[in-house]
T-cell receptor
Framework: GQQLNQSPQSMFIQEGEDVSMNCTSS?????WLWYKQDPGEGPVLLIA?????ELTSNGRLTAQFGITRKDSFLNISASIPSDVGIYFC?????????????FGTGTRLKVLA | EAGVTQFPSHSVIEKGQTVTLRCDPI?????LYWYRRVMGKEIKFLLH????????ESGMPNNRFLAERTGGTYSTLKVQPAELEDSGVYFC???????????FGQGTRLTVV
């Protein structure tokens, strides 16, 4: 079945540093979403990407939909302590009129003050 | 506007018992999804409702899981009888259209002992 490889699995960074994470697959996706999950909460949508090559920003976050439609990256600039959490990518596939999101395994981010 | 709400937030049951999870989607969202995250693994698709119809239930693990969405509003996911491997966090999400961003609830953490 479809699989998303998300990397890195975890990262420790200093406050103020930039962060980059990505998701790759052998499958083509129609939509990419990036979510952040805090402990005890559900995933919160950060950025949605709908077109190949699309580059979208949301504050300090920037994400891009890869040209091949098989990958996406998320960058966080000037990280702050509240950026701590698990970041998930999700790619949407459409098969015979059905729609589902395939999730990456997550990137656990820890920010050292 | 209220987001996706799930009830209960936590449930601890014994193996063999029955548990019913409830999801109230964002008002007006015809598309409702159930996902599950088993410890340390990725968030996996279970099924997709369009209004009261099951559009895609390819992710349902087995026939111990039954999802319903009578009237096309809230949805329930029943596990009967529960097994140890059913433990995890069950997320519900909703979207306005099947190809637009999905918004998640806070999840129900199910522990089967």
């Amino acid at each position: 079945g479809q699989q998303l490889n998300q990397s890195p699995q975890s990262m420790f960074i200093q406050e103020g540093e930039d962060v980059s994470m990505n998701c790759t697959s052998s499958s083509i996706f129609n939509t990419w979403l990036w979510y952040k999950q805090d402990p005890g909460e559900g995933p919160v949508l950060l950025i949605a990407l709908y077109k190949a090559g699309e580059l979208t920003s949301n504050g300090r976050l920037t994400a891009q939909f890869g040209i091949t439609r098989k990958d996406s990256f998320l960058n966080i600039s000037a990280s702050i302590p509240s950026d701590v959490g698990i970041y998930f990518c999700a790619g949407q596939i459409t098969t015979s009129g059905t729609y589902k999101y395939i999730f990456g395994t997550g990137t656990r981010l820890k920010v050292l003050a | 506007e209220a987001g996706v709400t799930q009830f209960p937030s936590h449930s601890v049951i014994e193996k063999g018992q029955t548990v019913t999870l409830r999801c109230d989607p964002i008002s007006g969202h015809d598309n409702l999804y159930w996902y599950r995250r088993v410890m340390g693994k990725e968030i996996k698709f279970l099924l997709h409702f369009v209004k009261e119809s099951k559009q895609d239930e390819s992710g349902m693990p087995n026939n111990r899981f039954l999802a319903e969405r009578t009237g096309g509003t809230y949805s329930t996911l029943k596990v009967q009888p529960a097994e140890l491997e059913d433990s995890g966090v069950y997320f519900c999400a909703s979207s306005l259209h099947p190809n637009t961003e999905a918004f998640f609830g806070q999840g129900t953490r199910l522990t089967v002992v």
